[in-house]
């Protein structure tokens, strides 16, 4: 109906990316489809709840970080203009979405106010195009990895889907079931985990401004994260003039993957 060209990325992700081309009209047409889409799902979902205000509709665009500057504008006064103007909220995210040079860009409000707003973000985007090549955000698929404790199994959604919280809640869980096997050690129940799986090795490279919250305070996090996956994990000292850090992951190929997984997730 709005005769623009969509595309969805694949499904097996936690989100997935809708790519939106075509003359501005035509983009709007199908944006305006799109919020009222969302608006049906919010009155559809607040029928039964006792919920008394209503949500606002919210998307979340990607755009390519060379052209966040001129949608900011100098000393935030394009995006303050673009916020008064449609009554839309419009929030631009610090860091690049992960292993892309793309920043998400979020907005809220009715659908009308996304739709003015969405306009002004495409007038902005033509007239400063991207500079350089774009390194575009793919969604990570889930994988879930399994992580054994006190007999219990406990998978985790995929990398973007897991609040820290649960992480945690997960620990405590951990804790509370002595003993507390590692993967890879023999644990009644789990027949095919045995400890006599080959050991092997994995380097990883880390950026030193994140190496400590992969450490956490006195060494909490990186102890927390050897304990639940059974690896052996040592961090190289800082080396002179790199700006990043050498980490070693020891152990059967199972608990390197958890291992490498927690760190991420971190």
């Known amino acids: 109906q709005s005769g623009a060209r969509i595309n969805i990325s694949e499904g097996s992700c936690p989100e997935r990316i809708v ?48 052209q966040c500057g001129s949608l900011i504008g100098k000393g935030g006064s394009k995006i303050k203009e673009i916020r008064e103007s449609t009554g839309a909220q419009v929030q631009v995210a610090g860091d690049m979405l992960p292993n892309s040079t793309e920043r998400a860009v979020t907005i809220s409000g009715t659908p009308d106010a996304i739709i003015q707003c969405v306009k002004q973000i495409c007038v902005v985007m033509l007239e400063s195009p991207p500079k350089g090549a774009t390194i575009p955000y793919r969604p990570k698929p889930a ?29 405590q869980l951990a804790m509370q079931h002595p ?7 023999t644990t009644p129940g789990f027949p095919g985990l045995d400890a006599t799986t080959p050991t092997s090795s994995h380097e990883l490279t880390i950026p030193n401004d994140l190496i400590g919250c992969i450490i956490g305070r006195q060494g909490s996090k990186i102890n927390e994260i050897r304990q639940m996956s059974g690896a052996q994990i040592k961090i190289a000292n800082a080396t002179e003039g790199s700006a990043e850090r050498q980490v070693t992951i020891t152990g059967s190929p199972a608990n390197i993957s958890l291992a490498q997984y927690l760190i991420n997730a971190r």
């Open 19 to 66: 790519t939106i081309t075509g003359p501005t009209d035509a983009i709007f047409k199908a944006f305006s489809m799109i919020a009222l889409k969302f608006e049906e799902d919010i009155n559809a979902s607040m029928t039964n709840s006792t919920v008394t205000s209503k949500p606002p509709v919210t998307l979340r665009l990607v755009v390519p970080a060379s």
């Open 143 to 171: 994988s879930a990895p399994i992580i054994f404790a006190g007999g219990q199994a406990f998978t985790i959604p995929g990398q973007y889907a897991i609040p820290h919280p649960d992480l945690t809640k997960l620990h």
């Open 179 to 185: 003993p507390f096997t590692p993967l890879g050690q």
